[in-house]
Nanobody, 122 residues
Framework: QLVETGGGSVEAGGSLTLSCQAF????????MAWLRQSPGKDREGVAV???????NYADSVKGRFTVSRDYAKNSLTLQMNDLKPEDTGMYYC??????????????????WGQGTQVTVSS
């Protein structure tokens, strides 16, 4: 089970921190990631961290978002700075094994949280 916290509403240029706590399994051998679904768009990967601590970001958030993973606490954090209205969406935490990734991100067979809403106003 994955539980996200930290969403909310903020003005453009502001910051938010999202947190994800994993329960019920040891996530050290899983990729963990943040994905988002914006209104009228398909779900997209935002940031992913593998089990060695290597991270990758969507081009649209590079330089503004930072993902970090605490292997001891089974948790994942997304620090979002300089938020833009186009960052608005439901943000999901997800985890999956390497062999089941879809385009480098957890797929439908992985573990998923319920999502947390991020709204950025202009």
């Amino acid at each position: 089970q994955l539980v996200e916290t930290g969403g909310g509403s903020v003005e453009a240029g502001g910051s938010l921190t999202l947190s994800c706590q994993a329960f019920g399994y040891t996530s050290s051998r899983y990729y963990m990631a943040w994905l988002r679904q914006s209104p009228g768009k398909d779900r997209e990967g935002v940031a992913v961290v593998d089990y060695d601590g290597n991270s990758n970001y969507a081009d649209s958030v590079k330089g503004r978002f930072t993902v970090s993973r605490d292997y001891a606490k089974n948790s994942l954090t997304l620090q979002m700075n300089d938020l833009k209205p186009e960052d608005t969406g439901m943000y999901y935490c997800a985890a999956d094994r390497r062999g089941r990734l879809v385009n480098g991100y957890p797929g439908p067979q992985g573990y998923w949280g319920q999502g947390t809403q991020v709204t950025v106003s202009s």
